[in-house]
């Protein structure tokens, strides 16, 4: 019996033991079966398992941070202050432009307009001062002095001129000379000018010439005489050193009177004297020159009632000398008269390079001297359009060829002629 249960109690006592070895054994077995379902669930990618690592991560490394968790709080918040400030600061450049009010509007605008009146004021008496100033210095300008003398002859109705001399003239040329003369003339008319001899470089000029213009009493208190001192130059217009002006009004002349008065500055009235149309030809193997004198236009008027009596005179000359002349016909009341005549002259042809051919316009009188309008010349030592001219009538041998001339005064003409070519 005894050893029946005690082999009874040894089964047991086995089997109770096996099951607590499978016991034993069973948990490594669990366990391998746990870490492979960890190794298969790994590979999978989960946004929020990334999210909570990086928050982890991120928090771990602020809280082993040598600054407390408040620093860096108001760090943070200090952060965002800045670029909300920066953004409120771009978005008030761009967009908030706003209108000032009206008043604020009206005020400034008032300001300005009298900061430009007080600016206007003073620029104005500025200008006033410079003005004065600009005066005084033509008032303070010394020109010279001219002495002359007046007197009428009642019985003969003329009034007498007398250029007598001119004392420190200003300087008119490069050398700190002048060539002075004087020119004589009674306005408005201008019909009868008179003009002294040359005195080359002189300033303290002595003329000694008396000139008449015959004219009523009656009429000469509406005149005003003209003294107007140039130098003149050979190879340009003449250049005025000043003038005096004397109302016959104000003139007593029951006596003769002679007297000094200094000279005014006067400008140069450029006159418009007219343009001549012309034709040239020539014909080189009969040595013939043809001068056409077509017409004129817009000559200047030179009788009372503003109309002219032109006619043309043509001289051909050589060395000064005057080979021959002709002359158009007169057309009365006009100023642009129609001629179409033709005037010929024997020249050979080794001498045309060497003559001259001069045009003066002249007013037909019949009770005095004729007056010359104006003139221009073509030839030897012409310049401008009467150098081309007559260089397109060379050029072109017996062909006619008309050209347009600008009448020039006549003491400009035969200054030019008389100068020796450049």
């Given at each position: 019996m005894r050893l029946v249960s005690a082999r009874v109690r040894v089964p047991r006592a086995a089997e109770s033991t096996e099951p607590?070895?499978?016991?034993?054994?069973?948990?490594p077995h669990h366990e391998h079966h746990h870490t492979e379902h960890h190794e298969h669930a790994h590979p999978e990618h989960h946004p929020g398992h990334d999210y909570n690592h990086m928050k982890d991560k991120f928090m771990n490394e602020i809280t082993h941070l040598p600054i407390p968790m408040w620093a860096v709080g108001a760090i943070v918040v200090v952060v965002l202050a800045l670029v909300a400030c920066f953004i409120f600061c771009v978005f008030k450049k761009c967009f908030g432009k706003k209108k000032k009010p009206k008043k604020v509007r009206e005020r400034k605008a008032g300001r300005r307009r009298k900061e430009k009146e007080g600016e206007g004021e003073v620029g104005e008496k500025e200008g006033e001062v410079k003005k004065e100033g600009q005066e005084e210095d033509k008032e303070h300008e010394k020109l010279g002095k001219l002495e002359y003398s007046l007197d009428y002859n009642f019985t003969d109705a003329q009034l007498i001129v007398g250029i007598l001399q001119a004392q420190d003239l200003a300087a008119m040329d490069m050398g700190g000379t002048s060539d002075p003369y004087v020119k004589v003339f009674l306005l408005p008319d201008k019909k009868k000018k008179y003009e002294t001899k040359v005195q080359r470089k002189n300033l303290c000029p002595v003329f000694n010439e008396t000139f008449i213009f015959k004219i009523p009493y009656a009429e000469l208190g509406g005149k005003t005489l003209v003294l107007q001192v140039y130098d003149f130059d050979r190879f340009s217009k003449h250049d005025m050193i000043g003038e005096i002006k004397i109302?016959?009004?104000?003139?007593?002349?029951?006596?003769p009177m002679q007297t000094w008065r200094d000279l005014e500055?006067?400008?140069?009235?450029?006159?418009?004297?007219?343009?001549?149309?012309?034709?040239?030809?020539?014909?080189?193997?009969?040595?013939?020159?043809?001068?056409?004198?077509?017409?004129?236009?817009?000559?200047?008027?030179?009788?009372?009632?503003?109309?002219?009596?032109?006619y043309v005179k043509i001289v051909l000359q050589q060395n000064g000398k005057r080979i021959k002349k002709k002359k158009t016909t007169v057309k009365k009341n006009t100023l642009n008269p129609y001629f179409n005549e033709s005037f010929s002259f024997?020249?050979?042809?080794?001498?045309?390079?060497?003559v001259q051919v001069v045009i003066t316009v002249f007013d037909y009188d019949k009770l005095g001297s004729n007056d010359p309008i104006g003139g221009t010349f073509?030839?030897?030592?012409?310049?401008?359009?009467?150098?081309?001219?007559?260089?397109?009538?060379?050029?072109?041998?017996?062909?006619?060829?008309?050209?347009?001339?600008?009448?020039?005064?006549?003491?400009?003409v035969e200054a030019a002629l008389k100068a020796k070519p450049r």
């Open positions: 607590e070895s499978e016991e034993a054994s069973e948990p109302p016959m009004n104000s003139v007593d002349l029951g006596q500055s006067g400008e140069k009235e450029e006159e418009k004297l007219g343009d001549i149309c012309i034709s040239l030809r020539y014909v080189p193997t009969a040595g013939k020159l043809t001068v056409n004198i077509m017409e004129a236009k817009n000559l200047k008027k030179m009788d009372v009632g503003g109309l002219s009596d032109p024997e020249v050979p042809f080794e001498q045309i390079q060497k073509m030839g030897y030592g012409a310049t401008g359009v009467g150098l081309r001219h007559w260089s397109d009538m060379l050029a072109n041998p017996r062909r006619p060829v008309a050209q347009w001339h600008t009448l020039l005064p006549e003491e400009e």
